[in-house]
């Protein structure tokens, strides 16, 4: 008989974290992911910043910084005035206050605003890897991934120049070697014949031609996602357009959830998570692609094995294709045979 799941216990390697700033001046270390990230996703919730995004690999201080919802390089933001994270910890992350005084900790801990992280460790038995190089302009530049399994996703910033961030999901329309979605807008799926050779378990082949990936001496960084039964799930489905919405089965209880109409253009990107918004319906969510507050308009259920559309919105539920990416709190079927529970 198959396995339930790979992966019994996914807090071991994705959690989300919120909190209520406590400082207009001083770092913190913050603790309760469970174990030390690798990749840091950080978004205010209740004003206009930035989402923000730090790894392990490139490193923390102020001036690694990447920001989903816009286009800028590495380090454009303004870390070194409010605040940013100058270490990955055992259990979390430390930050560090700016130099603005009482607003230094604008960004990461000033009193009274709301903020979450979204954390992943980098783990071939996850699925998760993180890789840079520097573009070499041949016909092809091979990155190796190092997952030994073909990667569902990969989402992809130049580092040194502003380029957009580039999407690649293996169920984005039939054809995903010649299309990608940009992270940091609201467009439909675009295509640039070619724009990955292929995507196979040891490699993700990259053209000459695409500057979002491969120019000359340019540098990169790379995310990369394989799925793993229990513990993620990268697919598509179609909305249906009405308030008993779409159901899609992920064989978990869903702690993230993210997704994107790929046929329309001004659809923003959708992000929800279990922790802003314990109990169903969750309505906390956020727009990557923006940097606009938390919106509470996009209803669903986080079920004990997939996410139930509760309302007719067109950014989630429209009768259009959307892509998804999701991520456990639960395997539904735990590997003892044990069914978890809906929330």
């Known amino acids: 008989m198959a396995a ?4 019994d216990d996914p807090g071991l390697y994705f959690n989300t974290i919120i909190w209520t700033g406590a400082s207009d001046t001083a770092g ?3 603790t309760g992911v469970g174990f030390q990230p690798d990749l840091v996703w950080q978004k205010i919730r209740n004003d206009t910043y930035n989402h923000k995004l730090l790894d392990s690999v490139r490193g923390a201080g102020n001036d690694k910084e990447l920001l989903a919802d816009t286009n800028g390089l590495e380090g454009a933001s303004s870390a070194e005035t409010y605040g940013y994270l100058s270490s990955f910890d055992a259990d979390g992350f430390t930050t560090t206050a700016g130099t603005s005084g009482s607003a230094g900790n604008l ?3 000033q009193n009274n605003n709301l903020f979450v992280a979204w954390n992943w460790k980098e783990s071939a038995t996850a699925g998760f890897g993180i890789e840079t190089w520097t573009g070499d302009g041949n016909t092809n530049r091979d990155v190796a991934h190092n997952m030994s399994a073909t990667p569902n996703v990969a989402i992809i910033k130049r580092r040194d120049s502003a ?3 580039i999407v690649y999901h293996d169920k984005n329309t039939s054809a995903p070697l010649t299309d990608y979605l940009y992270l940091d807008t609201n467009d439909a799926t675009s295509d640039a014949s ?5 995507v196979d378990g040891t490699n993700v082949e990259l053209v000459q031609v695409f500057s979002a990936t491969n120019t000359n001496t340019a540098t990169y960084v790379g995310y990369f996602f394989a799925e793993k039964q229990g513990f993620s799930k990268f697919g598509k489905y179609t909305g249906n357009g009405n308030a008993d919405g779409a159901f899609i089965y992920l064989g978990f209880r869903p702690a993230w959830f993210l997704c994107k109409n790929t046929q329309d253009t001004g659809d923003n990107w959708i992000l929800h998570d279990n922790k802003r918004d314990p109990f ?10 923006t940097s606009a507050v938390e919106f509470t308009d996009v209803d669903m259920d986080f079920l004990s094995n997939g996410v139930k559309m509760r309302n007719n919105t067109g950014r989630a539920n429209s009768a259009k294709t959307f892509v998804y990416m999701a991520f456990a709190e ?14």
């Open 4 to 7: 339930f799941t790979e992966i």
């Open 28 to 30: 913190r270390a913050f």
């Open 107 to 109: 960004h990461w801990n």
């Open 163 to 165: 380029n957009s961030w």
């Open 194 to 198: 070619g724009a990955w050779i292929g």
């Open 280 to 289: 169903n319906v969750t309505d906390a969510g956020t727009a990557p692609n």
């Open 330 to 343: 639960a395997p539904f079927v735990n590997s003892n045979g044990v069914p978890c529970n809906a929330r």
